[in-house]
């Protein structure tokens, strides 16, 4: 018994540290981030984001939508968004719904646009749920009815982490500001 208890200790111990420096680059990258300084968060959450990192994705994708530390590039941004939403992230969720909303790299719908809200709004973001009933208010009852199929049809899944994987949009020479 005493030898189990040894090595779950050990094993516990030697996970810890692992865990540890990512917290403290996407923290490094958060810091950056509140200070400005748009490079280095880049830098702290890339490799976090293609680790999987559903929330180091998300802020990823807000920096290529607002060319913060990178030059502005919604087909980066959607990228990002889009591997955090398959995660089921609520705000990538919302922020796919903008996405389609302003036409920012992609066709302006307003029916992508409200079902990536609704879908946002059902994970938790109230800011998804705002400009969900925002929306419907210029679009017509037909529209919002197939708003709500296709969200039904197109939920995240919200397990496990999404790697990059998916083939990414080439990025741009001078990415890195």
């Given amino acids: 018994m005493r030898m189990s208890l040894r090595f779950l200790i050990a094993v516990v111990l030697s996970i810890v540290p692992l865990a540890v420096p990512a917290w403290a680059d996407y923290k490094a990258g958060e810091d950056a981030y509140n200070r400005g300084d748009y490079a280095t968060a880049v830098h702290e959450w890339r490799p976090l984001a293609e680790q999987g990192d559903a929330s180091a994705q998300?802020?990823?994708?807000?920096?290529?939508?607002?060319?913060?530390?990178?030059?502005?590039?919604?087909?980066?941004?959607?990228y990002w968004f889009r591997l955090a939403a398959k995660q089921g992230n609520a705000?990538?969720?919302t922020k796919l719904g903008l996405m389609y909303e302003r036409g920012n790299g992609v066709t302006q719908d307003f029916i992508l646009a409200h079902k990536w809200y609704i879908l946002g709004a059902a994970n938790g973001?109230?800011?998804?749920?705002?400009?969900?009933?925002?929306?419907?208010?210029?679009?017509?009852?037909?529209q919002i009815f197939q708003a709500q199929q296709r969200a039904l049809e197109?939920?995240?899944k919200?397990?496990?982490?999404?790697?990059?994987?998916?083939?990414?949009?080439?990025?741009?020479?001078?990415?890195?500001?």
């Fill in 58 to 78: 998300v802020n990823l994708g807000t920096l290529y939508v607002n060319g913060q530390g990178v030059s502005e590039d919604y087909q980066q941004a959607l």
């Fill in 91 to 93: 705000m990538a969720l």
């Fill in 125 to 142: 973001d109230n800011l998804g749920a705002e400009l969900r009933d925002a929306l419907a208010k210029r679009m017509t009852p037909a």
């Fill in 154 to 156: 197109g939920k995240p």
């Fill in 158 to 177: 919200g397990s496990g982490s999404q790697k990059a994987t998916e083939r990414r949009p080439p990025q741009t020479r001078n990415h890195v500001r």
